[in-house]
């Protein structure tokens, strides 16, 4: 393994994963696709015609009209923005808070330490699912609050990694030198520590963007997703459960959108941890 | 332990509640022609919502010493506690099912993706579970209830016993209610596949190229015990501590499996709690819910205690 | 104007479906109060040789998306708990299938002729469910639960202002008033309870609540909570027992759940949606297996504006959002036709309904004339209307959660939007909807729905005195005119004189526009073809349920 760069050898392993390499095309691709959305979409998302409601798809409406006669396709493209939205402010809140207090943590130890992983336990034994349910509920559906509320419920995992690699980290050479140069503690937790514990919240972060995608579709079921004319993936797939027999391509096309997205996502963020510990090839 | 971490979410849960807008009169009476403002009044009163916010939690901490979580804000006006022992052993027993059915699968693709790493094995079995974390469960749940429930017609859709169960011997009243959650459960289970049969794949790769094994196989040991008696003991352990730590999902998922299969279990009683403010009941159902995790993770530790020989607790 | 400012003369029941209709989905089938216009597929007979001759026995299971919270009626404010209740308890009087009301526990009763005395005889011999007699006892004890400051009932207000009530004897009861109330009548629909089970009890903590006695017809068996209520027939009631041997009530909080279960056969019995009835029960299939009934509803829904904020102050502006909006539109995409334009607080047909209002069909050219004289024109053509340097811009707010009400206001931005006019729309949350921003009057304009009640009073919604925070004329709507109008013609019993009064209010309201109102919807009622006996009126279908029956060949065991 000598005479290869880190990057070399993670680029070695993930090339050869093909499921992750898949991954990383299917969030490609959609990221392509939010970022051109207005040039992709045939029609304007938000119109209307109350004469043509949930058609079959045809060469106009690929895939078919909505129950207010709205371009399904239009509407799923503007809705991957949303999607991509939500999941990234929504697992960015959660990072920043998971590696400010991790670091904290793991960089200070003591009360601390044990403080702030007492709010974690307590999190954790929240069924976060209810408190999510619940904030949303009582403050209102807005897409800022969606993702400001999965971001709250979802930091915990971060945090505990960011803390053990720290604990393993802070007491190697590379930092014990920084710190006998009189390196301010900032110094070393932004300079030399965090930069090196990044890596697994790198892939804690991928699978949690899929995990917020799946939850704004399941807060969209209940009725407090985000809300109309505003399209999502979620209540676009949820006007299609209640005419799941009648127009199968209003939930055929958001539940695929979905599932493609929350596997990619999946995928990538598996690629990465195996190419990252290259050690759990035998 | 438990102690601070129960205060903590109590407090964390009432002042979330009681901050936000809206009140539990609000759904009773407002809008509504008849209700004059002194009827509204006499209504907070007797919801003691007149007092401030921190004598109001303080009363009700210690009616939770008591085991006293009061009376619903609903106008049936019922015990809390009667309501939440009421649907506790539905949602409980719906999700130990599921639970069992979770480790009963994805354990053993797990350890067969490890095993079998990088071969296509490993990858399909990485392509089902995250088919099954991937899709939606609303929607997934109605397509199985119209080709079970409607088209095929092998399976009631929605509910826990028939129309009839009240009138069935004991047995039958099992088959039925085992009809019933048949679906409910194989949802939930395939839903939540992914996380513990990928972590207990990585769990097992890890194992499986220490030394110890790499040892073991030296001396002649045959794979299969290798594998299944050295590596996969030591691989569970921390697979242990994640399927306590899974509980609160599983828990959460609650609401949206018994909306759409019209299960009246705790994770519908809180969504409605919340939707009418029924502070009362969602603080019940919270307090209870945390309850139902500490004692998952009280769980998981004895048997990590009872799996790993250098644990012993005196 | 009198102190006693309270209540208005709806009829009880139709009140509490009120909040539902407001709150929850119009998908719930109201039991109550709802009109005429037979429904299709009921000349539909089963081919088979089948012998439809009534006979008793068999079940009905209804599907709701919520369940009951009590079965104490004065308790209750959800249209699930009084329908439930409706089977189980009676009123001294009710409404028959033309709507005209009639005895019901009252086998007659006189009003005085200055209207202010009302003197009502019981039947003799009704029996509760547990067996003992029903006399005036138990309506003193009704009447005197719902005006008790104990009680935490919202409906207290048309019982406050009787002046004196009294049970002269057992079969007895009479009630007086200080000056003439034209609604009195109508409130003594109100529900008896049992006084020798709940005199001297607090009724919150009542085991009644969960374990009905009534005298209706039909007897409380059993109630799992969140899942069912069982009610079997009551072998005693006055009016002879009902065929149907049992009725369940079953809950199932997703409407798609619930379709699926009508077509296993798992419900007998649901309120549609209008993409329901129009598309995806147009097979043989389904028209073989289930009657579809439709009649318009009693309640209507509008788009309100605060008359406080500016630039809905002026009339012409009104006017011109009302000539912008597609209200046809609307029915069509919304109720896929199934409803009809409100022109009114009223159902058209009813007799207070005056057809010859102001209407405003859509005319947007119009409508951009009208804006240019309040001095809304697009000056610096961005394509928004300005006036003064400020954009015509504005949100809409309704409750989240209603689905017609999403699509209608979806509509609605984008007709506005091509006149040059920008609206949001933000759904909120039922609570903090009607506290944060209804009571306290931080919206700019509300689409929202009134149920609309049996007498024709609007006092409380329309008169400037209920212009309060927390009040029912939160649009804060003022004219004088009409507070005199809404008095005058709640305080007389005069017919005649009461449609003057209203005809004049629906004038004024349509000229003046504080709504723009937009549809009366249909209810929608699906039964299982083998119950038999459904004679839709203008009371809608379920006013004759005890005579529902399924005949013996086609009865399920249960």
């Known amino acids: 393994m000598t005479g290869l760069s880190f990057q070399q050898i993670f680029w070695q392993h993930f090339r050869k994963n093909y499921l992750a390499l898949a991954g990383a095309g299917l969030v490609l691709c959609l990221f392509v696709v939010a970022l051109l959305a207005p040039y992709l979409a045939p029609y304007d998302p938000n119109m209307i015609n109350v004469k043509i409601i949930l058609e079959l798809p045809s060469s106009q409406h690929l895939f078919g009209t909505d129950e207010l006669g709205r371009d399904v396709l239009s509407r799923m493209i503007y809705g991957s923005r949303i999607s991509l939205f939500v999941g990234f402010v929504a697992v960015g809140i959660a990072s920043l808070i998971g590696v400010f207090l991790g670091a904290i943590s793991g960089y200070y130890g003591g009360w601390v330490d044990n403080l702030i992983m007492r709010g974690v336990d307590i999190m954790l034994t929240f069924p976060s699912f209810f408190l999510i349910l619940a904030v949303i509920a009582f403050v209102g559906p807005s897409i800022w609050n969606i993702m400001v509320v999965i971001g709250v419920t979802g930091w915990m995992g971060i945090c505990r990694l960011v803390r053990a690699q720290f604990l393993s980290l802070k007491e190697r050479e590379f930092v014990v030198a920084a710190r006998s140069q009189g390196a301010k503690d900032l110094r070393i937790i932004f300079r030399h520590l965090l930069p090196n514990a990044m890596a697994p919240v790198l892939v804690s972060a991928s699978l949690g963007v899929a995990g917020a995608i799946l939850l704004e579709s399941a807060l969209s079921f209940l009725g407090i997703g985000v809300q109309p004319p505003t399209p999502t993936w979620g209540n676009i797939l949820t006007a299609g459960k209640d005419n799941i027999e009648i127009a199968w391509w209003l939930s055929l096309y958001p539940g695929l959108a979905i599932f493609l997205t929350v596997m990619g996502y999946n995928l990538l963020g598996e690629g990465i941890r195996d190419s990252l510990d290259p050690r759990l090839k035998i | ?314 | 104007m009198n102190t006693l400012k309270m209540s208005i003369g709806m009829k009880l029941r139709s009140s509490v479906s009120l909040i539902i209709v407001l709150g929850l989905s119009l998908a719930l089938v109201t039991l109550n109060g709802c009109s005429s216009k037979p429904g299709e597929g009921k000349a539909e007979k089963k081919a088979t040789k089948v012998d439809l001759s009534p006979a008793y026995g068999g079940r009905l299971v209804e599907g709701s998306i919520g369940d009951a919270s009590t079965l104490l009626p004065p308790l209750a404010t959800d249209s699930a708990s009084s329908g439930v209740a409706a089977f189980i308890y009676n009123g001294l009087l009710k409404f028959d299938k033309d709507l005209k009301l009639v005895g019901d526990l009252a086998e007659s009763w006189e009003v005085s002729n200055d209207g202010l005395t009302i003197t009502f005889h019981l039947r003799k011999g009704v029996k509760w469910h547990d067996g003992v007699e029903l006399t005036s006892k138990d309506v003193m004890f009704s009447y005197q639960l719902m005006i008790d400051p104990k009680t935490p009932t919202a409906y207290s207000g048309d019982y406050l202002i009787v002046k004196k009530a009294e049970a002269p004897d057992k079969y007895t009861f009479r009630v007086y008033y200080a000056k003439p109330f034209a609604p009195a009548l109508i409130s003594w629909t109100l529900n008896i309870l049992p006084a020798h089970l709940l005199q001297g009890k607090d009724v919150t903590k009542s085991p009644l609540a969960r374990h009905p006695i009534g005298t209706g017809p039909y007897r409380f068996v059993s109630w799992r909570q969140g899942d069912r209520i069982i009610l079997t027939y009551n072998p005693d009631y006055f009016e002879g027992r009902a065929y149907m041997g049992k009725y369940i009530f079953r809950v199932i909080p997703d409407q798609a759940t619930m379709f699926l279960e009508l077509k296993a056969g798992g419900v007998d019995m649901m309120g549609l949606t209008p993409l329901q009835y129009a598309r995806q029960t147009d097979n043989a299939k389904f028209k073989r297996g289930y009657r579809k009934y439709r009649y318009l509803a009693f309640s209507y829904t509008y788009l309100g504006y605060n008359l406080l904020d500016p630039k809905f102050k002026d009339k012409r502006v009104r006017r011109a959002l009302s000539y912008a909006i597609d209200k046809q539109e609307i029915i069509d995409g919304v109720l896929l036709g199934l409803g009809t334009i409100a022109t009114g607080p009223y159902k058209p047909g009813t007799w207070a309904y005056n057809s010859n209002v102001k209407r405003y069909p859509y005319d947007p050219a119009k409508a951009k004339q009208l804006l240019g004289q309040a001095g809304w024109t697009d000056s610096d053509r961005d394509g928004i209307l300005d006036r003064n340097g400020q954009p015509f811009k504005f949100t809409i707010i309704t409750n989240q959660g209603n689905s017609l009400r999403a699509k209608t206001a979806q509509i609605i931005q984008r007709r506005l939007r091509e006149i040059g006019i920008v609206v949001d729309i933000r759904p909120i949350e039922w609570a903090a909807f009607i506290n944060e921003f209804i009571d306290k009057k931080k919206f700019e304009a509300v689409i929202l729905g009134w149920t609309i009640g049996q007498d024709p009073d609007q006092y409380d919604i329309w008169h400037s005195s209920k212009t309060g925070i927390k009040e029912l004329n939160f649009i804060s709507y003022k004219n004088s005119e009409m507070d005199e109008l809404l008095i005058k013609a709640r305080e007389t019993f005069d017919l005649e004189a009461r449609k003057r009064y209203y005809y004049r209010f629906q004038e004024i309201l349509a000229e003046d526009q504080p709504y723009t109102f937009l549809y009366v919807p249909e209810s929608l009622p699906v039964v299982q073809a083998r119950v038999q006996g459904i004679e839709p009126a203008p009371a809608g279908i379920s006013y004759n349920f005890i005579k529902w029956y399924v005949p013996k060949g086609l009865q399920r065991t249960s």
């Not at chain 2, 009376?71 to 069992?100: A, G, H, Q, Y």
């Not at chain 2, 929605?158 to 949802?187: C, E, M, Y």
């Not at chain 2, 194992?207 to 569970?236: C, M």
């Not at chain 2, 609650?254 to 279990?265: P, Q, T, Y």
């Open chain 2, 1 to 314: 332990m438990m102690v601070p971490l129960l205060l903590g979410i109590t407090l964390i849960s009432f002042t979330v509640i009681h901050l936000a807008p809206g009140e539990p009169t609000g759904l009773a009476t407002e809008l509504n022609p008849r209700v004059t403002a002194e009827v509204r009044e006499r209504l907070r009163v007797f919801y003691g919502l007149d007092k401030p916010l921190h004598e109001q939690y303080f009363r009700w901490l210690v009616r939770i010493v008591k085991l006293d979580f009061g009376r619903s804000f609903s106008p049936d006006r019922r015990l809390v506690i009667d309501k939440i022992l009421e649907r506790l052993p539905i949602t409980v027993s719906l999700n130990v099912l599921s639970l069992l059915l979770i480790i009963l699968i994805a354990l053993p693709l797990g350890v067969l993706s490890a095993t079998h790493q990088d071969t296509w094995l490993d990858r399909s079995t990485s392509l089902f579970v995250f088919i099954g974390f991937a899709t939606p469960t609303f929607w997934a749940a109605l397509l199985l209830m119209i080709l079970f429930g409607v088209n095929l017609g092998w399976l009631p859709i929605s509910g826990l016993r028939s129309l009839n169960f009240d009138s069935l011997t004991p047995f039958w009243q099992a088959v039925d209610l085992l009809k019933h959650i048949v679906l409910p459960v194989t949802l939930s289970a395939l839903t939540s596949l992914a996380g513990l049969s990928r972590y207990m794949r990585s769990s097992m790769l890890e194992e499986i190229r220490q030394d110890y094994v790499t040892t073991a196989r030296a001396k002649g040991l045959g794979e299969r015990v290798v594998v299944y008696k050295h590596a996969l003991r030591n691989a569970l352990l921390p697979v242990i501590t994640v399927l306590g730590l899974s509980l609160p999902a599983l828990i959460g998922g609650s609401v949206i499996f018994e909306s759409i299969f019209a299960i009246n279990g705790m994770g519908k009683l809180f969504f409605d709690s919340v939707l009418s403010r029924d502070y009362p009941v969602v603080m019940g159902v919270l307090v209870m819910g945390a309850f139902l995790t500490l004692l998952g993770n009280l769980l998981a530790d004895i048997s990590y205690a009872w799996s790993d020989p250098r644990i012993r607790y005196d």
